[in-house]
């Protein structure tokens, strides 16, 4: 199994960014799968995450700035970053979880460094 995120960098506050998180090894259409990020000294914390029938679901500081989608025939889920601020300087993660399979795999990071 491989998630592997791509599209992260240095942007200007104020900018966009989109990341990428492409699968393999898994069946795609069967996994929620969800962003999450971590910032140095704090906790890993859920960004946003869709379910298998595209049910979204955001944490308070995304909402509005920030767009999860899936595209389940390229295996690929995507994380759309509009207005970015400061605070949003984390190692951005992909998740792919199955409570049903009991399943939960990682991706290991793509940077997200937003200057002031």
């Known amino acids: 199994v491989q998630l592997v995120e791509s599209g992260g960098g240095l942007v200007q506050a104020g900018g966009s960014l989109r990341l990428s998180c492409a699968a393999s090894g898994i069946l795609f259409g069967l996994y929620t799968m969800g962003w999450y990020r971590q910032a140095p000294g704090k906790q890993r914390e859920l960004v946003a995450r869709?379910?298998?029938?595209?049910?979204?679901d955001y944490a308070h500081s995304a909402k509005g700035r920030f767009t999860i989608s899936r595209d389940d025939a390229k295996n690929t889920m995507y994380l759309q970053m509009n207005s970015v601020n400061p605070e949003d300087t984390a190692l951005y993660f992909c998740d792919a979880n199955s409570l049903r399979m009991n399943r939960d795999f990682w991706g290991q990071g793509t940077q997200v460094t937003v200057s002031s």
């Open positions: 869709i379910d298998n029938i595209e049910r979204v």
